[in-house]
């Protein structure tokens, strides 16, 4: 069994993630120091049994958290297929909220540029007219990104908008990302790169935005700040910080 930060409730974590496809637990990668899969878990775990614990993201307009999963699938409007899972998922009165994190994915080759004919067949409406214009320019490669996985963020978007749609809820999408200055083998992580990085995830947000599905970029570095300046939260955030980004705090 992986080891979990204190106060994570382990048997529910894996419950989660032994339902998500990937096979993080069986195929060991969860247990990777470099696992993006591990960290959300841990920190995301915390509030799987205690949602009214997690204040509102910083930046992100939802409310108190009312639910908080991990593994979070978010259906398309059609049976068959794959179907977007998100890495948590919060739920408040008002707002379904999606996250998607990324550790060191971005500074990795292999960004997927493919849409099935699913996607054109569907109207998604006029509300996700930017998004849709996304896709069309990232199938025809008028648009490019090198370290952003832009096809991987207009599926999560249509999927959020379809279940957000379906229980009445507004719909947030949060880019969760990390800058880190070096992997895990203490190789350097080029500053050129996280500095690209940043200018893609902002000309993405600027690409989509006032559509349906409003997009938040989030640095794992101000999630952490936020819950470091809770009481109730300083611990787990000094121990993800310890165990996964090392030194985010002072920076």
Known sequence: MPEFLPDVPAEA????????????????????????????????????????????????????PLQVEIEAEMRFPWRGGRHPWMDAAITTATTLVGVESKRYEPFRPGKATQFSEAYESRDWGESMARHDGMRRALISGERRFRHLDAVQLVKHAYGLRNQASRRGLGAVLVYLHAAPAQWANGKPVDPVQVRAHEAEIAAYAEAVRGDAVVLVPLRWADLLRQWAADPELLAHATALEARFLPGTLAR
């Open 13 to 64: 974590v894996i419950a989660a993630l032994s339902r998500a496809p990937g096979g993080e637990l069986a195929s060991g990668k969860f247990d990777s120091p470099e696992s993006s899969a591990a960290l959300v878990a841990n920190a995301f775990g915390r509030f799987l049994e205690a949602a009214d614990l997690l204040p509102p993201l910083p930046g992100v307009p939802m409310g108190r």
